[in-house]
């Protein structure tokens, strides 16, 4: 398939391992134990292939990479791949000793996440005591050694009247660009909604609140804002469109067109182990399932959004609509929209600051 592009970017979820149990985790329920997880040889091997297919940039995330034993190792071999690393931690494992030899081994950014800007309400959304204060200490680490950082920021009602603060930490610990990421609903995200979903009037406030530091930080702290979009008149466009620009590895060898694919379950996913990326991204019928813009119903091709949102997100569609092939329920044209607005309504109306932590069971056999 000629017109298909190769892809920018590749999420390596090294593990589902994490010391932290944030209940906005868009990892999916059934987290993969470490018995399951791809070997340190399989995952370079990855990255090679990875780079020969055109792969720019390497997300080694998770679980919390550091997690992995090996994290050094693998940051080496994608180094030597070629490949523009960046490392999404909580900061929990990295010691100052960890951070040298990361470093030494070529890391080239690290994207902190950030829960909140106090010990108390920090410790409680990511559900470890303490976790706010060694990241803390790590974020200075970083700072000292001059690595390139991103504070990224997970947003929603129980940290959005935050956010002035959260800027102004960014900035105090040396942070070059600021994600103020609001949460997507996938995965524990979405047994959270409850709890998470914020309020138009947080909506609004956030929307000016950013606008605003982006004019006053120019040439200081670029950000990247993913808004609310339960809230918005039309969807994202996920991953810049199915198959087309990044693709996703599970700690278990599964190759995914995004994070949350395996919710789609009449698709089937290669895995690492058994076939090559190239073979992968070209020819899978997953990642061809939804490619361009073909499958989507006249509500999308009858818009002038068509090649902006590409009908927004597979995942989203299927979670909210009951079709992934359906206009993502979140655009206002979409006949499923008031589905959305119906959850709006009923969490509004009931809303729960309780949390159903995240936590590692064996995945089912
Ligand atoms: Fe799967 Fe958006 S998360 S397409």
Redesign the pocket.
């Known amino acids: 398939m000629t017109s298909v592009p190769p892809p920018i970017a590749m999420l390596a979820e090294l593990t589902h391992r994490c010391p932290l149990s944030c209940p906005y985790c868009s990892n999916p329920i059934a987290l993969h134990g470490k018995d399951t997880e791809l070997e340190t040889d399989t995952w370079a091997r990855a990255f090679d292939e990875a780079a020969a297919l055109g792969v720019l940039q390497l997300h080694l995330s998770g679980g919390e990479p550091a997690s992995r034993p090996d994290l050094v190792e693998l940051t080496r071999a994608a180094q030597e791949a070629g490949l523009y690393t960046n490392l999404i931690t909580s900061g929990i494992g990295l010691t100052p000793k960890r951070l040298d030899a990361l470093e030494e081994a070529g890391l080239d950014h690290i994207q902190l996440s950030l829960q909140g800007t106090k010990a108390a309400l920090a410790d409680r959304i990511g559900g470890y005591t303490g976790g706010f204060d060694r990241k803390m200490s790590v974020a200075k680490e970083i700072s000292i050694r001059g690595i390139p950082l991103t504070l990224n920021a997970v947003m929603h009602r129980q940290n959005l009247d935050d956010l002035d603060r959260t800027i102004d930490m960014a900035v105090e610990l040396g942070a070059r660009r600021l994600e103020v990421a609001c949460v997507q609903f996938?995965g524990w995200a979405t047994l959270n909604r409850p709890a998470l979903l914020p309020t138009r009037e947080q909506t609004i406030a956030t929307k000016k609140t950013v606008a605003e530091a982006e004019a006053r930080l120019r040439g200081t702290l670029a950000f990247d804002f993913v808004p609310p979009d339960y809230y918005s008149d039309f969807p994202k466009a996920?991953?810049g469109g199915?198959g087309s620009t990044g693709l996703n590895i599970s700690p278990d060898g599964k190759v995914l067109?995004?994070?949350?694919?395996e919710t789609i379950e009449h698709l089937s996913f290669e895995n690492i182990r058994d076939k090559s990326l190239y073979e992968i991204w070209y020819d899978s019928a997953a990642f061809n399932a939804y490619r361009g813009t073909d499958f989507l119903p006249e509500t999308c091709q009858s818009c002038d959004r068509l090649n902006i949102d590409f009908g927004g997100?597979?995942?989203?569609a299927l979670a909210i609509a009951g079709d992934a092939s359906a206009t993502d329920p979140v655009c206002r044209k979409s006949p499923d929209h008031p589905k959305v607005e119906a959850l709006l309504s009923e969490v509004m109306a009931n809303p729960d600051d309780s949390f159903t932590y995240r936590k590692l069971a064996r995945t089912p056999q």
């Not at 997100?313 to 989203?316: D, I, L, S, V, Y």
């Open positions: 996938h996920c991953m199915w067109p995004c994070h949350a694919a997100c597979r995942c989203q």
